[in-house]
């Protein structure tokens, strides 16, 4: 499922963006939804916890100011020193240490297969292989023409009051099939894509090192990446990343160009300066739609019933990127309240 099948899958505890955001909020709202709708159905999860952690002192100003973030919203959170960090975790090299006891791992695949499984017991259908080509406004309703892979009845109409456009990596593409070329949501809800690539560390280093929680390093000024972290999977393997490569393509999920994996491993060694070239194994890649342009500042998420451009009924979920897996369920939430 796209962005959805190919990222960190991390239950995020909803820390670093603005206070008033739209993800702030639908992160942290998502979170206690998810952990509840977990333990209801039986999916598989841990609540493992996250360090953010600092390397000198300019990042530790940056981990005072995010635990006071943290304060206003709710969230709880600490700061361990460089002594305590090294009791818990010997191989993680940290100044200091933001701890976020709320982050987990979730396997999002069986999240995935869940929500499938209320779809259809709902009496919902889910069509898979199949695209929306074209929409538009007619007799007070949508009009939705979308393929069926049958080809003798290649393209079927599809007539809806309502219209949530979920479509992800192709969110902008599918909003723009209702406006003309010079409507100015063309360029507010145009996406930008960021490849990221994930590298897994081998059984035997993951033995070696034996870290037991997620370690992120200082994020970036606008927040483009939360850098290359270290993640757990619900077996206790070791993978970090993503790295970020700006791509015009959506749909190229090839590991061709990116950094150099000493570059990673660079990165890595800032803070488990035990792992080398050798220990990595490329794993997979993923896309974040995104509506930060390269170099641009920090962008909400997207999520707007349309009535005031003259479209009641259809909502547009643009730009919904990291923490989109952990604010699903707050945002289907909102999406509910907004139409009803």
């Not at 009496?123 to 023409?145: C, E, H, I």
């Not at 979920?166 to 593409?173: Q, S, Y």
């Not at 993640?231 to 490569?245: C, K, M, N, Q």
């Amino acid at each position: 499922m796209e962005t959805s099948s190919r990222n960190s899958e991390v239950i995020h505890a909803g820390i670093y963006y603005p206070k008033d955001s739209l993800r702030t909020r639908v992160c942290i709202e998502g979170k206690h939804r998810l952990y509840e709708y977990c333990q209801q159905q039986g999916i598989s999860h841990q609540r493992v916890g996250k360090w953010v952690v600092a390397q000198d002192t300019e990042q530790l100003e940056y981990l005072h100011a995010l635990r006071n973030h943290c304060a206003e919203l709710g969230v709880p959170a600490e700061i361990i020193s460089s002594a305590a960090a090294l009791k818990e975790e010997p191989f993680v090299r940290a100044d200091a240490a933001l701890v976020s006891p709320t982050t987990g791992i979730i396997d999002s695949h069986e999240l995935m297969s869940a929500m499938l499984r209320d779809l259809t017991e709902s009496s919902g259908t889910f069509a898979p292989n199949t695209s929306v080509v074209a929409m538009q406004r007619d007799r007070g309703s949508y009009k939705v023409l979308v393929t069926t892979g049958d080809p003798e009845t290649p393209f079927m109409a599809i007539r809806a009051p309502v219209v949530i456009n979920a479509a992800g990596l192709w969110a902008d593409r599918v909003a723009n099939m209702l406006v003309p070329d010079s409507h100015p949501w063309r360029e507010q809800y145009r996406l930008h894509f960021a490849k990221g690539r994930y590298y897994v560390l081998d059984a035997g280093a993951s033995a070696r090192l034996r870290v037991r929680r997620l370690v992120y390093p200082v994020p970036d000024k606008n927040i483009v990446s939360l850098g290359t972290h270290l993640t757990l999977d619900l077996a206790g393997s070791i993978r970090f990343g993503p790295d970020v490569e700006w791509t015009a393509s959506n749909t190229n999920y090839e590991p061709e160009g990116g950094a150099p994996v000493e570059e990673v491993v660079r990165a890595i060694n800032t803070y488990l300066p035990a792992v080398r070239s050798e220990d990595l194994g490329l794993g997979y890649t993923g896309i974040r739609p995104k509506l930060q342009r390269p170099g641009g500042a920090f962008c909400d998420f997207i999520i707007r019933e349309e009535s005031s451009a003259g479209m009641p009924g259809f909502v547009n979920l643009v730009g919904v990127e990291s923490p989109g897996l952990t604010s699903s369920l707050a945002i289907a939430s909102m999406v509910d309240r907004i139409l009803h």
